[in-house]
């Protein structure tokens, strides 16, 4: 006599193996650290010009990199000062 096991996520979706299952929750989490980190640099305003930085995030197997632009290196220093605590 045999079973099948069934795995299934927050938002109610199959997967076939508690692997797949793991993966699709790191995915998740990763996803809404990159969107977090995002907002709070896109919520900076530099120092000395009062513009917003930009932010590049790149996702990959193991989390994310990012590299932010602003207007000068005050405006970069504070983005990265903001996000330091979120990321360490």
Same mark, same amino acid.
């Given at each position: 006599?045999?079973?099948?096991?069934?795995?299934?996520? /927050?938002?109610?979706?199959?997967? /076939?193996? !508690?692997?797949? #299952?793991?993966? %699709?929750?790191? =995915?998740? #989490?990763?996803?809404?650290? %990159?969107? @977090?980190?995002?907002?709070?640099?896109?919520?900076?305003? $530099?120092?000395?010009?009062?513009? *917003?930085?930009? &932010?590049? &995030?790149?996702?990959?197997? =193991?989390?994310? @990199?990012? *590299? &932010? /632009?602003? $207007? $000068?290196?005050? $405006?970069?220093?504070?983005?990265?000062? %903001? &996000? %330091?605590?979120? !990321?360490?």
């Amino acid at each position: 006599m045999g079973f099948e096991m069934e795995f299934r996520d /927050n938002r109610g979706r199959k997967h /076939n193996s !508690l692997e797949s #299952l793991v993966e %699709a929750e790191k =995915d998740k #989490l990763v996803d809404e650290a %990159a969107r @977090n980190v995002e907002d709070i640099v896109r919520a900076q305003r $530099c120092p000395v010009h009062g513009q *917003s930085p930009s &932010i590049s &995030i790149r996702k990959g197997s =193991d989390g994310f @990199n990012y *590299s &932010i /632009n602003g $207007c $000068c290196d005050e $405006c970069v220093k504070e983005a990265e000062a %903001a &996000i %330091a605590p979120y !990321l360490s």
